[in-house]
C-alpha cells in the first residue's frame, strides 16, 4: 500500500491547533462534502476504530456515538467549516491514555480506510491529514 502516510503522527497533530482556528476558507469542507460528508464519513470511521484489533481498547469506555458527533465538529473546524468545536483539547482528551506512535499510526491508517471507502479522493486526503498532523505532538504522549 503505496501512500503519502502522512501519518496521523503527520496527520492529527495538526487537529489541535487547527481546532481552534478555522482556516481562510472552506475548499477541503466542501470537497469532503461539508457537514453531511463529514458525518458519513464518521458514521464509517468511529466503528472501526472501536473495532479495530490495534486500538480498540482505547474506545472501550467511550459513549461512541458522543465521539462521532465530536469528530464532526472538529473535523469541520479543521476543514475550514463554520462549525463550532465544544470538546476537550487533545492534550487533556488523551494525557492518561498512553498512546504510543503506533497506535497513533494506526488511527490514521483506521481514519485512510474510510475515506476510500466513502469515495474521498487521495488528493482530499492528503490535505486533510495535513491539516490534522501536528496533533501528534498533542496526543502521543508514550515511548
Known amino acids: 500500500m503505496k501512500r503519502l502516510l502522512i501519518t496521523l503522527s503527520c496527520a492529527l497533530g495538526a487537529l489541535t491547533a487547527s481546532a481552534q482556528s478555522t482556516p481562510a476558507d472552506d475548499a477541503l469542507y466542501q470537497a469532503l462534502g461539508g457537514t453531511p460528508g463529514l458525518t458519513k464519513l464518521m458514521a464509517d470511521f468511529v466503528p472501526r476504530l472501536a473495532a479495530d484489533p490495534r486500538i480498540g481498547e482505547f474506545f472501550k469506555e467511550t459513549k461512541l456515538s458522543e465521539l ?44 485512510q480506510q474510510s475515506m476510500d471507502q466513502q469515495g474521498i479522493p487521495f488528493t482530499v486526503q492528503n490535505r486533510l491529514l495535513a491539516r490534522l498532523a501536528p496533533m501528534h505532538r498533542d496526543i502521543v504522549n508514550t515511548r
Not at 473535523?75 to 467549516?81: D, E, P, R, T
Open 68 to 111: 462521532q458527533k465530536q469528530l464532526v465538529d472538529q473535523f469541520c473546524v479543521v476543514s475550514g467549516g463554520s462549525c463550532v468545536y465544544e470538546g476537550e483539547t487533545m492534550k487533556n482528551s488523551h494525557a492518561e491514555m498512553k498512546i504510543r506512535k503506533a497506535d497513533f499510526n494506526a488511527l490514521v491508517e483506521v481514519l
